[in-house]
């Protein structure tokens, strides 16, 4: 029996003999070969006959060639890929009955009764009608004598899983669909290419993205590249919108800003319901400012190019999940749609989902904006709330002199609410991805209200020498598409120089304190918190946001930077992969960073499509390591041509990885050959993806409120803060979808501080899937399935 995610437990080969097929349908998008990889496997996993169907629903009508018995070589080397290796397409046949009679025709012949259907609503609307007339589809056969009575008492069920494949992210019921992230990544790369010439000429760029009638992608994108302006459907532009335009894009540049970035969405309308196109913004910026724009559509671009890691994890988790669902089914099972939620992928009730999507039309069509906004979901509303306020805000007036940066002055000016507070923003840690929009909103968002902020440069370090710089509207200009960490950061602790940062903070008279960093701020913002009875200074609103590739900071599912560092991962993986095409058999051993987290070689494990990883958290003894060799001589015996090993740099004090990689080349000789490579700080490297970008933009907002709502609690009269509950000092993380904020002093019991990562860690549950899918020998063990090096050398004088 083997544990997935945590819940459900399946045994090896206990569906023997049962037929599935996989078969992708309507637009394509990056991961559904991902997808399809992770079904086949599951299926042969546990027993079953699992078939292609090439072309969708046309090769199920059409049957013959295009259904296609599948092995576990058949998905090899495809996780990287993007659109779909068997082919997807539009069918008109299927629509008909006659054609739905095809192709249940054909799915008898080949003894299938469960599908797993990869596609847009209408894939899936489709699929369920299938389900429904199947009965009397194969009454229909049997009267025709096309089937025999025995085929149709032992066929009589079908059971559908969908897999929602779209860029679009229009699907509701699920947090993300499948190539939506691969998008926003073509999206965001677009992008950040044109801001530099964009930049160089003082020009307006209007970005017309995909999305048909769902502004996920337009919203996101605005986001995470400090977009002026977006047209999304079902938020459309006021009447007056033109002139809104105008007023922002002068602001801005009044302010010194010399680009500007517009976003619209394919689907993008007024409150009349008129459509809002690129060609239409460019004429209004054109006419009423006269200034140098461009427009640029992007195209089947955003369909294109490899899928991103959260895409490979993403398909490889779903279809797992679609695999389990259909097995369990029985007569009375509803169709259902594997969805993803709070991090978990579970199984919703598929027309539930299709009758809200529907539902979300026809709130557009009666021009329902609200209902139409909260039907797309949770995420979907936050990113528009965020959005919103960051388009609005302004400095308040007077607040930039003529060569737009912010006066001195600013420190006495109050904005909307009159507050006033004096705030501080600082790293601890090493450098991530999402700390410089982190840094950016928060800035942002204190300056719109009235309050002033300092960034204090060089972490601890720098707070004790006072290097306090006020931050500016335009100090932060650009920078959420740069990664690194522009305020400086070092791992240093405050340890025993409390007193010295105390002062500091009491010279400046620092009234709220955010600390973006790792496990080093973390740490330090501890011991500041626990110093609170002997510092009056220490008494202010102190909170942590999360921000390493190790993702080792307990009260948070991720942390800011993980997501690109193991985009990053994955890349290298692919081109180090690919550098071994055409050469015989090769294994490549790789080190990636975490620390005593195996998060980073666990995640890219999966959407490498490794066939290990070693981790500190899962021993493993010389009999492991020798089996997994054997377990890859065996797959190379199979027609793999290449190997992927993982290393957690702290996996094992002695076996390292210079031992792991001179153990393969010593016992691959003649079968294979081995390399290895130790990425180092590549990891740390890179643009942020868009999940960082925007993970950081939301995280620094919801500190903003979080510290006001504290300061109004705890402030008296005389204006002197006293904070001295455990819960005005937290850390804000994602849990199971929700931003949670959370003591640290009740997360110091949830702490292994020796080897610095969070006693239960949520990615643990995704390891036998990393095993299954990698044929592993923990999952796969057939007798006779391993043999010596030895032994296949002589069965194979090619090897000697």
Request: aromatic share 8%; glycine share 10%.
């Amino acid at each position: 029996m083997t544990e997935i995610e945590g819940s459900k437990f399946i045994e090896r080969g206990a569906h023997k003999g049962k037929g599935i097929a996989v078969f992708t349908s309507g637009g394509d998008s990056q991961g559904m070969n991902a997808a399809v990889r992770s079904v086949v496997r599951m299926g042969i996993y546990l027993g079953c006959k699992v078939y292609f169907i090439r072309e969708g629903y046309q090769g199920m009508v059409d049957g013959g060639s295009n259904i296609v018995e599948a092995n576990w070589s058949s998905v090899s080397c495809i996780i990287h890929k993007g659109g779909t290796i068997i082919g997807s397409a539009r069918c008109k046949d299927f629509r008909e009955r006659e054609g739905r009679l095809k192709a249940a025709k054909n799915l008898v012949e080949n003894g299938i009764t469960n599908l797993v259907v990869i596609g847009g609503d209408g894939s899936l609307t489709g699929a369920d009608l299938f389900r429904q007339e199947w009965p009397s589809l194969l009454d229909e056969l049997l009267q025709t004598k096309q089937i025999t009575a025995e085929q149709r008492e032992k066929y009589k069920f079908l059971q559908i899983a969908g897999l929602v494949g779209s860029i679009d992210n229009d699907f509701c019921g699920t947090d993300m669909t499948i190539g939506t992230d691969s998008a926003l990544h073509r999206i965001i790369e677009a992008i950040d290419a044109i801001v530099s010439t964009a930049y160089s000429h003082q020009r307006t760029f209007i970005m017309e993205v995909m999305g048909r009638h769902c502004g996920y992608l337009a919203l996101v994108a605005a986001l995470t590249s400090e977009a002026d302006y977006a047209f999304v459907p079902e938020s459309p532009a006021p009447d007056n919108w033109q002139k809104k335009l105008c007023l922002k894009l002068e602001q801005e540049r009044q302010a010194g800003q010399r680009l500007n970035i517009i976003i619209v969405s394919e689907g993008a309308i007024d409150r009349n319901g008129d459509p809002i196109t690129a060609e239409l913004v460019k004429k209004v910026v054109v006419d009423n400012l006269h200034q140098d724009t461009r427009v640029t559509v992007l195209g089947h671009v955003q369909r294109g190019g490899n899928p991103s890691a959260f895409d490979r994890i993403l398909g490889s988790r779903m279809g797992a999940e679609a695999v389990m669902a259909l097995m369990e089914a029985d007569e009375t099972t509803e169709p259902c749609v594997i969805s993803l939620d709070g991090n978990q992928a579970v199984r919703v009730p598929l027309m539930e989902c299709v009758k809200q999507t529907k539902a979300v039309a026809q709130a557009m069509a009666d021009k329902e904006w609200e209902k139409a906004v909260a039907l797309r979901g949770k995420s979907f509303m936050r990113n528009l709330e965020t959005y919103k306020m960051l388009t609005r805000l302004k400095p308040p007036k007077d607040a930039f002199d003529e060569q737009g940066r912010g006066k001195l002055s600013l420190i006495s000016l109050t904005g909307p609410t009159g507050e006033g507070y004096v705030m501080a923003v600082m790293h601890i840690g090493a450098p991530a991805c999402g700390m410089n929009a982190a840094v950016r909103s928060f800035v942002r968002n204190c300056i719109y209200r009235g309050d002033t902020v300092y960034g204090i440069q060089d972490g601890v370090e720098g707070l004790i020498a006072g290097s306090f710089k006020q931050l500016n509207w335009s100090d932060v200009t650009g920078w959420v598409s740069h990664g690194g960490a522009y305020l400086g950061t070092k791992r240093t602790l405050p340890n025993d120089r409390l007193g010295l940062i105390a002062s500091r903070l009491q010279e400046f008279k620092i009234q709220g304190l955010l600390i973006i960093g790792g496990f080093e701020a973390f740490q330090g913002a501890i011991q500041i918190t626990e110093a609170r009875d002997e510092y009056q200074a220490f008494r202010i609103p102190i909170m942590v946001i999360p921000s390493t590739i190790s993702n080792n900071v307990p009260g948070t599912e991720f942390s800011l930077g993980c997501d690109t560092a193991l985009n990053a991962i994955t890349d290298i993986c692919d081109r180090i992969r690919q550098s071994a095409q055409g050469t015989k058999r090769r294994v490549f051993v790789v080190e990636v960073m975490g620390g005593y987290c195996g998060y980073l070689a666990t995640l890219a494990g999966l959407a490498g499509g490794a066939d290990a990883a070693y981790i500190h958290e899962e021993k493993f003894t010389i009999k492991d390591l020798q089996q997994d060799v054997y377990h890859m001589a065996t797959k190379m015996s199979e027609g793999v041509q290449r190997g992927l090993i993982l290393r957690n740099e702290r996996a094992s004090e002695n076996y390292n990885t210079d031992f792991i990689y001179r153990l393969y080349a010593e016992e691959g000789k003649g079968l294979f050959s081995a390399r290895f490579n130790v990425l180092g700080h590549m990891q740390q490297g890179d643009s942020p993806t868009p999940f960082d970008r925007n993970l950081g933009t939301k995280m620094a907002a919801k500190a903003v409120d979080w510290m006001v709502c504290q300061l109004k609690n705890n402030m008296d009269k005389d204006g002197n803060v006293n904070c001295t509950d455990p819960n005005t000092a937290c850390l804000l993380g994602i849990v199971k979808r929700q931003y949670k904020c959370t003591s640290l002093a009740e997360l110091k019991d949830q702490t292994n501080f020796q080897q610095r990562i969070p006693k239960e860690q949520w990615w643990l549950k995704l390891r036998p899937l990393l095993r299954i899918l990698a044929k592993h020998d923990s999952a796969y063990e057939e007798e006779g399935m391993y043999i010596t090096i030895e032994e296949r050398a002589n069965a194979d004088p090619l090897y000697g």
